[in-house]
């Protein structure tokens, strides 16, 4: 069986992200590992608390000699517009972790609402990429009542 394993996301600052992601979000550090050998580059997930799915691998942009400055700079400009793509994150309850990461500092782009697929909620990490937190109708919350 093939399952997700790690997820890149593009960052402007990997330890921005890093406080980001376990701070705000409430992520726990899965690695952290930086390799002189390779110009200093640093290692970096994170995934949810207790080892549960997949991790996000908070990469830094790449600059040259690895990529042309050009690349870099258009790497850079689309993370900052949210066109970097999405990570979507499911929740059993919507509106409790909304009010939990707001109350942590997460500035949301969008309330939570119904959607056809669910409640949905949109925020944003330091770097610009959209942050999707979903709950399905096959997710029920705690209590079993309907949000």
């Known amino acids: 069986m093939i399952d997700v394993h790690r997820v890149n ?18 992520f726990e550090l899965r690695a952290d590992a930086t390799f002189p050998e390779l110009g200093g580059f640093r290692w970096l997930t994170v995934g949810p608390p207790g080892g549960r799915g997949p991790e996000l691998v908070l990469m830094a942009i790449p600059e040259p000699p690895v990529v042309t400055r050009a690349q870099s700079d258009l790497i850079r400009e689309v993370t900052a517009q949210g066109l970097a793509g999405a990570v979507y994150l499911a929740t059993d309850d919507v509106r409790r972790d909304h009010a ?9 782009t969008e309330e939570p609402e119904a959607r056809p697929y669910g409640l949905d909620a949109g925020f944003r990490d330091p770097s610009g990429n959209q942050i999707r937190l979903t709950q399905t109708p096959t997710q029920t919350p705690p209590d079993g009542a309907p949000r």
């Open 9 to 26: 996301v593009w960052v402007h600052d990997q330890q921005a992200a890093l406080e980001f992601w376990t701070a705000a979000v409430g």
């Open 100 to 108: 939990l990461l707001a109350a942590r500092g997460v500035e949301f």
